[in-house]
């Protein structure tokens, strides 16, 4: 049991559900969302990496028996903030789409770009 | 149909990857021991992540707002319409 | 946006102070506790959404908030490498703790500049 809920498990199958989201709906909205699900399924993969239980924040007077290792975490604030601005520009770019498509949907989007 | 088909697919692939006997990630404890023996003698900081994203690795940081400087363009010039600020 | 619930906008009125001393304080212990700049910074943002959604202002400048984010990035670009690349070697631990302290001001005042462009472009797109 333990094999199968630790950190990696758990983020692949995150991962998943996302690739699911981008395979199954044509929603433009549930394929933004998709793309942050599968995003904090990378976050959670890099961070439980290096992890043991009991190991404690790296601030203050650690040793390296005692401490979780920083270098992920420094990584993955990176993501957090790429994450951000990719959800942002991708929503900009849906609403100037709708205003001149006037649909969610990718499928009707693309017929009627080929109608004009 | 296409979803109960995409679904079953989506659960296949997480069974397989999960059922392989999977050997343990070997992760390198070099860069984590460096770091953590010597940040408060390198940069002054309490806290090691800042230590690294300010000082170690400051081209990440640089890069990275440098992304947020360029998302926020993006999006003045993209929801920009006929005109109207 | 149509009316706005006087409730709603006194106690936020209230709570807009505290919300702006904790965005500070995650900046300036940025590098003794958890925190940083980012995390201050989207905190700080914060305000200018309560001042949007309790008194229905449109009139924050967002050619000016660009125009700092750009100059701040500027600034953040020579204090970084300047310090780290030329002067690393020279400097005390003191000197060193109070360049982290300039370092997430200034990331912290860049990133709120930023995330609140965006919100206010997201709340022009909605009002028309």
Same mark, same amino acid.
Not at chain 1, 3 to 31: C, D, H, P, Q, W
Not at chain 1, 72 to 80: N, V, Y
Not at chain 3, 57 to 85: H, M, Q
């Given at each position: 049991?333990?094999?199968?809920?630790?950190?990696?498990?758990?983020?692949?199958?995150?991962f998943?559900?996302?690739?699911?989201?981008?395979?199954?709906?044509r929603? *433009? *909205?549930?394929?933004?969302?998709?793309?942050a699900?599968?995003?904090?399924?990378?976050?959670?993969?890099?961070? !439980?990496?290096?992890?043991?239980?009991?190991? *404690?924040?790296?601030?203050g007077?650690?040793?390296?028996?005692t401490?979780?290792?920083p270098?992920?975490?420094?990584?993955?604030?990176?993501?957090?903030v *790429?994450?951000?601005?990719v959800?942002?520009?991708?929503? !900009?770019?849906f609403?100037?789409?709708?205003?001149?498509?006037?649909?969610?949907?990718?499928?009707?989007?693309?017929?009627?770009?080929r109608e004009? | 149909?296409?979803?109960i088909?995409?679904a079953?697919?989506?659960?296949?692939?997480?069974?397989?990857?999960?059922?392989?006997?999977?050997?343990?990630?070997?992760?390198?404890?070099?860069l984590?021991?460096?770091?953590?023996?010597?940040?408060?003698?390198?940069?002054?900081?309490?806290?090691?992540?800042t230590?690294?994203?300010?000082?170690?690795?400051?081209?990440?940081?640089?890069?990275?707002?440098?992304?947020?400087?360029?998302s926020?363009?993006?999006?003045?010039?993209?929801?920009?319409?006929?005109?109207?600020? | 946006?149509?009316?706005?619930?006087?409730?709603f906008?006194? /106690?936020?009125?209230?709570?807009?102070p505290?919300?702006?001393?904790?965005?500070?304080?995650?900046?300036?212990?940025?590098?003794?506790t958890?925190?940083?700049?980012?995390?201050?910074?989207?905190?700080?943002?914060?305000?200018?959404?309560?001042?949007?959604?309790? /008194?229905?202002?449109?009139?924050v400048?967002?050619?000016?908030?660009?125009?700092?984010?750009? /100059?701040?990035?500027?600034?953040?670009?020579?204090?970084?490498?300047?310090?780290?690349f030329?002067?690393?070697?020279?400097? /005390?631990?003191?000197?060193?703790?109070?360049?982290?302290?300039?370092?997430?001001?200034?990331? +912290?005042?860049?990133?709120?500049? +930023?995330?609140?462009?965006?919100?206010?472009?997201?709340?022009?797109?909605?009002?028309?």
């Amino acid at each position: 049991m333990e094999r199968f809920f630790n950190g990696e498990s758990i983020s692949i199958l995150i991962f998943l559900i996302g690739v699911y989201g981008l395979l199954a709906r044509r929603n *433009i *909205i549930k394929t933004v969302i998709s793309l942050a699900i599968m995003q904090s399924a990378i976050i959670l993969f890099f961070l !439980t990496i290096n992890y043991e239980d009991g190991r *404690i924040p790296p601030i203050g007077d650690v040793t390296i028996h005692t401490a979780v290792d920083p270098v992920p975490q420094a990584l993955m604030i990176t993501a957090i903030v *790429i994450g951000v601005a990719v959800t942002a520009v991708s929503l !900009t770019m849906f609403i100037s789409l709708y205003h001149h498509y006037g649909t969610t949907n990718w499928l009707k989007v693309i017929n009627k770009r080929r109608e004009d | 149909m296409r979803r109960i088909v995409t679904a079953a697919f989506i659960i296949g692939i997480f069974l397989l990857i999960i059922s392989v006997n999977v050997i343990p990630l070997e992760t390198s404890t070099d860069l984590f021991h460096y770091y953590i023996n010597n940040f408060k003698a390198d940069t002054g900081a309490e806290n090691s992540v800042t230590a690294i994203y300010l000082n170690y690795r400051l081209f990440d940081t640089f890069f990275e707002t440098l992304l947020l400087l360029v998302s926020v363009i993006g999006i003045i010039y993209f929801s920009r319409h006929e005109g109207d600020y | 946006m149509g009316k706005h619930s006087e409730l709603f906008a006194q /106690t936020m009125g209230l709570v807009y102070p505290i919300i702006i001393l904790y965005g500070l304080y995650i900046i300036y212990n940025g590098h003794l506790t958890p925190g940083g700049g980012f995390q201050g910074g989207a905190i700080l943002a914060g305000v200018f959404t309560i001042q949007y959604l309790t /008194t229905d202002t449109k009139n924050v400048s967002l050619d000016i908030l660009n125009r700092i984010e750009k /100059t701040i990035y500027l600034l953040l670009l020579l204090t970084g490498i300047l310090i780290v690349f030329y002067m690393n070697q020279e400097l /005390t631990l003191i000197q060193k703790s109070y360049y982290l302290l300039l370092m997430n001001t200034l990331i +912290g005042v860049k990133v709120s500049c +930023g995330l609140t462009v965006i919100f206010y472009r997201f709340v022009l797109f909605e009002s028309r």
